[in-house]
């Protein structure tokens, strides 16, 4: 099987003339997958990503609107998207190997449903409320100055993670995996210590009430 990559190319619009292909199956049940490397696509639309099982790589997306964009079962694999707003997409089985999000609006979102096979990304001053992360295993993920208001950790493995600024208005943190994680500088935050693991979580002495607020103290 040979597979064609294209080289680097910028959009403003995308043009499928563009896109390399390859089969998989057999004679007669071949099926059309894209490939698309070393591309820049600027202010695109979910209609442009349309395409079985698609896979990007060393991609970046900029100023793109994919909201509502259906990603399932597309990978992306040493990528950057930069300020794109990407509330409400569909990420059934979606593989993030390696991507950079960097000021983007992605709210609303179920990332308990990526593909959970080499999942590595991190994110720098974006968007992330009402997202959902039940169960994903964040080992050492970096999340720098994001918004959780009222996103949902439950049973997220956040071993090593780093929340740096990050506003954890109203998250949901239960039977959440936090040992050694790192939330000196995060604020606002609920933990209950009786029902999360944080051994050795790093927390600041002024960010004590997030972690006794069930025990109606007076800390002063």
Not at 118 to 139: A, E, G, I, N, R
Request: some cysteine.
């Amino acid at each position: 099987m040979q597979v064609k990559k294209s080289s680097a190319l910028i959009f403003d619009t995308l043009k499928p003339e563009y896109f390399s292909y390859f089969r998989i199956g057999g004679s007669g049940n071949a099926m059309e997958q894209k490939f698309d490397e070393n591309t820049i696509y600027r202010n695109i639309k979910p209609a442009d990503l349309e395409g079985h099982e698609r896979t990007f790589e060393h991609c970046q997306f900029i100023n793109c609107d994919l909201s509502y964009a259906n990603l399932s079962h597309m990978t992306f694999i040493n990528c950057v998207m930069d300020t794109c707003n990407l509330s409400l997409i569909k990420n059934t089985d979606t593989g993030f190997q390696q991507v950079d999000f960097k000021d983007c609006k992605i709210t609303g979102v179920n990332f308990g449903d990526l593909s959970n096979f080499s999942l590595q990304v991190s994110f720098t001053k974006c968007v992330l409320d009402y997202t959902v992360w039940h169960k994903k295993k964040l080992k050492g993920t970096t999340f720098d100055e994001c918004s959780f208001e009222e996103a949902d950790f439950s049973e997220t493995d956040l071993t090593n993670a780093i929340l740096q600024k990050c506003n954890l208005n109203r998250a949901i943190f239960n039977r959440t995996v936090l040992k050694g994680a790192d939330l000196r500088t995060a604020y606002n935050f609920n933990i209950d210590p009786e029902n999360n693991s944080i051994t050795k979580a790093k927390f600041s002495a002024d960010a004590l009430n997030g972690l006794l607020t069930k025990y109606n103290l007076i800390i002063e």
